[in-house]
């Protein structure tokens, strides 16, 4: 499968853990995009990263955000002090070329539950 | 600020009928627009898009799209809908003037397609 995968496909955490996903974009991408979405919304945009550097940041994206793209490859987002309003789908996606017109390709999402 | 409006919530079409689903958009200068569709447990498929040109746009599946300047809107349409297409689908738009690579989203409408 050459698409955009994320892990883990599910996560259920207590109230003020932290979690992490990981994001693996397709290869050849150079453009990474972090986003969530919660049950009746359309996704929402938290960050985005060209190859390893952070470009934009949403005011979704509290302090106890942080997302990283180390080698330009695989993203992480990291959530501390995990609270019950950060359950949401979060959402990977990537897209190739100098055009803001290109195409975003998203991943299945991870799914988090805050208990 | 960019915001893209999917005034109904769910549309109910018979397999065999013409469908449409609706958005609007609205954005300080040029858009670009994007029709995406979400199955079950799965990430957003990109279905099609609008830059420039043509106002009838056709994507993947038979489905197309109708760019409208004057009415700022950009209508997800199928000549004959079938059972498989029932979806979750959302717009998005990103404006041309911004230099960011963000999609701003509707809120979604939910297709249902009866036999």
């Known amino acids: 499968d050459t698409g955009v995968s994320q892990d883990p496909r599910h996560k259920i955490t207590k109230r003020g853990q932290n979690v992490t996903f990981r994001c693996d974009p397709i290869?050849?991408?150079?453009?990474l995009y972090w986003y969530r979405q919660t049950l009746g919304q359309g996704p929402e945009f938290l960050t985005y990263?060209?190859?390893?550097?952070?470009?934009?940041k949403s005011r979704l994206l509290s302090d106890r955000f942080s997302a990283e793209r180390p080698k330009g490859s695989f993203s992480t987002l990291e959530i501390q002090r995990t609270e019950q309003g950060d359950s949401a789908m979060y959402l990977c996606?990537?897209?190739?070329?100098?055009?803001?017109?290109?195409?975003?390709?998203f991943g299945p999402g991870t799914r988090l539950t805050v208990l | 600020a960019q915001s893209v409006a999917q005034p109904e919530d769910q549309v109910n079409v018979a397999e065999g009928n013409p469908l449409t689903v609706k958005c609007t958009y609205s954005?300080?200068?040029?858009?670009?627009l994007f029709w995406y569709v979400q199955y079950p447990n799965r990430g957003l498929q990109f279905l099609l898009k609008?830059?420039?040109?043509?106002?009838l746009v056709k994507g993947s599946y038979g489905f197309e799209a109708e760019f409208n300047k004057s009415q700022t809107s950009f209508h997800l349409k199928k000549p004959s809908a079938l059972v498989s297409d029932s979806a979750l689908y959302f717009c998005?738009?990103?404006?041309?003037?911004?230099?960011?690579?963000?999609?701003?989203f509707g809120s979604g409408t939910r297709l249902l397609v009866r036999p």
């Open positions: 996606a990537s897209s190739s070329g100098q055009g803001y017109h290109n195409e975003q390709f």
């Open positions: 290869s050849e991408h150079n453009r």
């Open positions: 990263f060209q190859n390893e550097a952070q470009l934009e």
């Open positions: 954005v300080s200068g040029n858009p670009y």
């Open positions: 609008y830059i420039t040109g043509d106002n």
């Open positions: 998005a738009v990103r404006d041309q003037r911004h230099s960011s690579y963000k999609l701003i």
